[in-house]
């Protein structure tokens, strides 16, 4: 899967929609992939304060883990668990999540993911189970 195949699936999803994501980079072989998340308040708890909600960032960290394994499958791979630890809160930045498949079995892929700031300032890290059966169709 190339870097504008990845953003035409992400750009099909509707609710990859809501979060305006778009894929900076990805390396099907190596189960890598970078995804960007322009700030908005309405990804915010207030306004004003500019704190992200972690429901987003959870969700980002989702999203780019789901996508390491798709990319490295070939095909869908819907999440059956994730784990997130928050470091510190972002606030009015725009936020990156580098994802990496660790591995990629017949039936369970598992990707690790951190997400951070431009700078490099990381906010969290994830980990996420998914599945890897052939059921779920062509990615």
Do not use: W
């Given at each position: 899967?190339?870097?504008?195949?990845?953003?035409?699936?992400?750009?099909?999803?509707?609710?990859?929609?809501?979060?305006k994501?778009?894929?900076?980079?990805?390396?099907?072989?190596?189960?890598?992939?970078?995804?960007?998340?322009?700030f908005?308040?309405?990804?915010t708890?207030?306004?004003?304060?500019?704190n992200?909600?972690?429901?987003?960032?959870?969700?980002?960290?989702?999203?780019?883990?789901?996508?390491?394994?798709?990319?490295?499958?070939?095909?869908?791979?819907?999440?059956?668990?994730?784990?997130?630890?928050?470091?510190?809160?972002?606030?009015?930045?725009?936020?990156?999540?580098?994802?990496?498949?660790?591995?990629?079995g017949r039936?369970?892929?598992?990707?690790?993911?951190?997400?951070?700031?431009?700078d490099?300032?990381?906010?969290?890290?994830?980990?996420?189970?998914?599945?890897?059966?052939?059921?779920g169709?062509?990615?």
């Amino acid at each position: 899967m190339t870097l504008d195949d990845l953003n035409a699936l992400l750009a099909g999803a509707e609710f990859h929609k809501i979060l305006k994501l778009r894929a900076e980079a990805c390396d099907a072989a190596a189960g890598q992939v970078t995804l960007h998340l322009p700030f908005d308040t309405a990804y915010t708890l207030f306004a004003g304060m500019g704190n992200y909600h972690g429901g987003v960032i959870a969700a980002l960290a989702d999203v780019a883990a789901t996508m390491a394994c798709t990319v490295r499958a070939g095909r869908p791979t819907p999440t059956v668990d994730l784990r997130i630890d928050y470091l510190q809160a972002p606030c009015k930045v725009d936020l990156f999540a580098d994802a990496r498949a660790r591995k990629v079995g017949r039936s369970v892929g598992v990707a690790d993911v951190s997400v951070r700031d431009r700078d490099g300032t990381v906010f969290a890290l994830a980990r996420g189970t998914f599945s890897t059966g052939a059921a779920g169709g062509k990615a």
